[in-house]
Structure formats: structure tokens, C-alpha cells
């Protein structure tokens, strides 16, 4: 009979498909989790470790330099698993030492042979009699600031940089709690109370939401393996990506363009609040995503979203003088306000590739600037933090576009008011409501 894979394996298989394969954490935690394998107690232990490892991997990396010879080459998934190992001492406090180590040793020595468990059990032992460094005698503020954190130099740098090193720390510490899990109702099938006792018949507790009059914030159970799922009743989205809803504010019969939708979260959102009256058309580069956008649309019972796989950038051409009430551009952005979400992105992304982003999102604003009805608006959104791609970004199309304006009413529709950000615009923090950082500018256009 063939064994089923412990918890911790389990993880470890997660993270080298994160780390060496490129895998998106949060999908592949989402199938591993849904395939049926695993207890509730174990999946809970999978998530933190695969979590917990990616978010902590320049301090683990630090606590590791110190028990392994530096020109000792060992391979990445010993590697990994003297992570995982070292994350379960320095993190977590209701795992006994003997369970780390024997559970690393067991791993390696069926994932690779007797030598490799020996060493693995030396460097844990070696661990265990010393204790783990403290990285607040790095003499580098720079490299302390980043090992403390455990976020890349340049990314501390680019935050202190733009709102100053003590929100450059709350932005850090933020990305290293285990992300919240919200839902948003579909009011078409029935109300946030509604929801809340039909989840809690089905094993997972929710609560009304922070930010968002449709979100429920998940505190226990697994919300995408239920029926209620399955029958269209809520979509999983963080909340600060609902605000964008209110921003857009659609009324019924509508029409409303949203230009780069897949998969098609915000797209579906919209919808819902047009009741399935007026259209959207969901636009993005890729087919496979607008697949995705039409399969929640059927999921979730809407029937006013249109898809075209196209690029945003040549919408003038292709709707020759059609406009719309509202255009929609939630850019391809460098996502830095999600890293609590997808870890993995301290690692992959860099500051070279972010740069690249921002003429990118610029062309799309010029492009779609020209498909709002006069008096119609033009909503911008990222999931970053950066001012680059926000902010500034904003600045610099008003400047060159007098014909936009920041639309008057917007801060009042948005719920919370301490959120301080230039007219028009909106910046949530990451560590503001448990929510991801978010980015929504809503302009008008005169006339
Ligand atoms: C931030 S994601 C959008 C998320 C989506 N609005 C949601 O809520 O689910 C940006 C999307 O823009 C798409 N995209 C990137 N460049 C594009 C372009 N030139 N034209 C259209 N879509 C584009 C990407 O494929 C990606 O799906």
C-alpha cells in the first residue's frame, strides 16, 4: 500500500515547486490542500510551513550560514528542508525539538540516503546545543535592516526611500504575518448573512469584513472546497481589491470597460453590482485567462460579461468611436503590495523589472483615456505600494491629460476615512486592516 506523505514533506514538495519550478504559492498550497490528502490539522501545518518558510528565507538562509561550511555545497532541497527545520525552531512554539529534528532526518533519508540524513541530523543537533544567531549585531544597517525582515536590500531601500524607514519596517513585518482569507458575497444568491450560515453549515466560520460591505473575513475551514463555492454563492478576494467596486460605483444598465480583467475578480464584481443589467467587457492579453473569466461568470450566474483576449494597448482602433461609462484599468503591476500573499515574490521579483512596468502601465492609461464618455471616469488600480506605479504615476496623466480631473466624490464613497491620500487617489497599507496594499485612483472626465 503506498504511504501517504506526512505534513511536512508535503511542504517541502510545495516550497521546491515554489522555489525551484516557479509554482505560484498560493495555487499550489490551493491543490494541495483540496485534493483530499491531508487532516485539518495538517493542512493548517502545511500552509504555515510553506507560508512561514518563503516569507522568512533571508533570516533562515542567515541562521543556516552559521552551521554549514560555506564551501560545503549541499543540494536546494537539503537546503530547504534545514529552512523548514530551522522556521519550526524559530517561529513556531508548539513543536517539540525531537519532532523537528527526527522528521527532517526521516525526510532526508528517504528523499535522498543514510549520509544526507547524518548531516542533516548534525547540523540540527549542532543548532539545537548552540542556538540561533541574532542578526541584531549585523553591523550594516542596510543588510540588518533586510536580514531582520527578511526582505531584499534593494526592496527595504526603495520603501525607506519612499515613506521612510519606520513604514519601510511596519510594511515588512506586515508581509511576514500568515495572510487572512476574505470572500466576497454574490448578492444576486443571497446576502452576508446569509452566506455566514450557510458556510458555518458546511464547517467554516466567517465574519463581516473590515472594508467592504460584501466581504466576509474566513476564520476557520476551507471556503473553496464547499458547495456554497461551487453554486456561485462568493468569489475569494482579499477586500481591499472590493474597494474597487465601490470606486467604480456602476449603476444599473451601464456600460463598463475593464481592460486587463483576467481572471476576471474585478470583472465579476462589477457585474454583480449591475445586477446583470448593462455589460462589461472584460479585456485581457491572454486567452487562458479570459477563459477563467468566463467560467466564473457562469459559476456565479452572470450573464452581462463579454471577453475578448486582446491588448488594452490598441482598444482605440478597435472600438472606433464606441465609449463607455466607466473604464476599468487594473494594470499588470510589480504586486508589492501582495507579498504577504505570494511570498515568493520577494524572491523573483526585481527592481529592474518593476521599472520596466511603469511605461507599460503609462500607454495603457493614454490608450483607454480615450474610450470614457465625457463625464464617464477612468479608475486605475494596482496591488502595489510603490509610488512609481501609483501615485506619481496619477500625477504625470493628469498633467498630461487636462481633459481628467480627480473625481470629487471619491473619498467620500470610500468606507474608511483615515486612509490619507492625495485627491482621487487612494493608498491602503499592508498593514492598515489585514488587508492587501492597494492602489485606486478614480479621475473624471470632463464635459
Ligand atoms: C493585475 S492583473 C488583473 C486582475 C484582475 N483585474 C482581477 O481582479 O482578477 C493584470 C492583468 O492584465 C493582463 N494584461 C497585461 N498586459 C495587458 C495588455 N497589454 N492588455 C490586456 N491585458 C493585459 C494580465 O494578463 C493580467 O491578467
Not at 499550489?28 to 495538517?42: M, P, Y
Not at 527545520?85 to 524559530?90: E, G, I
Request: proline share 4%; glycine share 6%; aromatic share 6%.
Amino acid at each position: 500500500m503506498k504511504r501517504r506523505e506526512t505534513a511536512r514533506e508535503t511542504a517541502l514538495n510545495l516550497l521546491m515547486s515554489v522555489v525551484r519550478d516557479g509554482a505560484y504559492s498560493q495555487i499550489a498550497l490551493n491543490d494541495a490542500l483540496n485534493d483530499g490528502q491531508l487532516s485539518d490539522r495538517d493542512k493548517a501545518l502545511v500552509t504555515t510551513l510553506v507560508y512561514g518558510v518563503l516569507q522568512r528565507k533571508l533570516t533562515l538562509a542567515y541562521y543556516l550560514s552559521y552551521f554549514v561550511d560555506r564551501k560545503r555545497r549541499i543540494d536546494d532541497w537539503v537546503e530547504m528542508l534545514l529552512y523548514m527545520s530551522f522556521y519550526q525552531k524559530a517561529f513556531l512554539d508548539r513543536i517539540p525539538d525531537h519532532a523537528m529534528v527526527n522528521e527532517a532526518v526521516m525526510i532526508a533519508k528517504k528523499r535522498g540516503h543514510q549520509g544526507i540524513a547524518g548531516f542533516v541530523n548534525g547540523v540540527l543537533r549542532k543548532m539545537l546545543r548552540e542556538g540561533l544567531p541574532d542578526p541584531s549585531v549585523i553591523e550594516s544597517p542596510e543588510r540588518r535592516m533586510a536580514i531582520q525582515n527578511s526582505h531584499p536590500e534593494w526592496m527595504m531601500h526603495l520603501w525607506t526611500e519612499q515613506w521612510g524607514q519606520e513604514v519601510a519596517v511596519r510594511i515588512a513585518e506586515a508581509d511576514n504575518v500568515p495572510p487572512s482569507v476574505s470572500v466576497r458575497v454574490n448578492r444576486l444568491k443571497g446576502s452576508p448573512e446569509e452566506l455566514v450560515k450557510r458556510l458555518a453549515a458546511e464547517g467554516v466560520s466567517a465574519v463581516h469584513g473590515h472594508l467592504s460591505r460584501d466581504g466576509l473575513i474566513i476564520k476557520g475551514g476551507h471556503a473553496a472546497g464547499t458547495d456554497a463555492f461551487q453554486e456561485g454563492l462568493f468569489t475569494i478576494q482579499d477586500e481591499s481589491s472590493m474597494l474597487v467596486a465601490d470606486a467604480v460605483a456602476p449603476k444599473a444598465g451601464m456600460h463598463i470597460l475593464d481592460a486587463c480583467a483576467g481572471p476576471g475578480g474585478k470583472t465579476t464584481h462589477l457585474a454583480e453590482r449591475l445586477k446583470n443589467t448593462g455589460k462589461v467587457v472584460a479585456l485581457d492579453l491572454h486567452p487562458h485567462k479570459t477563459q477563467l473569466i468566463e467560467r466564473s461568470a457562469t459559476r456565479l450566474g452572470l450573464n452581462n460579461i463579454e471577453t475578448l483576449a486582446m491588448d488594452a494597448r490598441c482598444t482605440r482602433a478597435h472600438f472606433a468611436d464606441a465609449t463607455f461609462d466607466r473604464v476599468l484599468l487594473d494594470v499588470p503591476c510589480s504586486g508589492l503590495g501582495v507579498i504577504r500573499r505570494k511570498p515568493e515574490i520577494k524572491w523573483s521579483k526585481t527592481a529592474d523589472e518593476i521599472k520596466g512596468l511603469i511605461p507599460i502601465q503609462r500607454r495603457l492609461l493614454d490608450e483607454t483615456a480615450s474610450l470614457v464618455t465625457p463625464g464617464g471616469w477612468l479608475i486605475y488600480s494596482t496591488c502595489t505600494i510603490h509610488k512609481e506605479e501609483n501615485e506619481r504615476q496619477i500625477s504625470a496623466f493628469l498633467a498630461k491629460h487636462p481633459e481628467f480631473q480627480a473625481e470629487p466624490t471619491f473619498s467620500e464613497r470610500m468606507p474608511r476615512k483615515e486612509m490619507d491620500s492625495p485627491a482621487g487617489t487612494l493608498q491602503v497599507m499592508p498593514y492598515m486592516f489585514h488587508s492587501d496594499g492597494f492602489f485606486i485612483s478614480c479621475l473624471r472626465r470632463k464635459g
